[in-house]
Each structure stands twice: as C-alpha cells, then as structure tokens.
C-alpha cells in the first residue's frame, strides 16, 4: 500500500467509527453520493439525542445608558 492509500483508508475507519458512534447517540447522518460532499456531510440530531439542560440565565439590576432627563432616546 502506498502513503495515499494508507491515510485514506485509516480516514475512512475513523469516519466509520464517528458515524457509528453518532448514530447510537441518537444523530442521523446522510452520506453524500460524491467525495466532493463529504465536507458537507449533514448530521442532525433525533429526539433521542440528550442535549444537556442549559442553564436559566441570571439578570442584575437593570442598568439604562440613557441619562436622566433626556428625552431624544425614548
């Protein structure tokens, strides 16, 4: 085997691995019908995905930029 053939082949097992992984995470993944697509690969996540639970966001006081007494912002 040459380098070329090598990297592409120890590339491809990665993928595989990744889209295998992917797939029993819950994304569904939609191979490209030509190399040129593979960059563009589409993975979406189903509703079995967990996404983690963000978190509720957190406000101070409100703060106006607007100085006291001018009327030209309101």
Do not use: H, N, Q
């Not at 995470?25 to 490209?32: H, I, L, S």
């Not at 079995?48 to 001018?70: H, L, M």
Request: a positive charge; aromatic letters at 6%.
């Amino acid at each position: 085997m040459t380098s070329e053939d090598t990297v592409v082949r120890d590339a491809a097992v990665k993928l595989y691995e990744a889209i295998i992984s992917a797939t029993k995470a819950g994304y569904r993944v939609a191979w490209p019908t030509i190399v040129d697509g593979l960059p563009a690969i589409a993975v979406s996540a189903t509703a079995k995905v967990k996404e983690p639970t963000p978190k509720p966001a957190t406000f101070g006081s409100p703060k106006s930029t607007i100085p006291p007494g001018d009327k030209s912002k309101t």
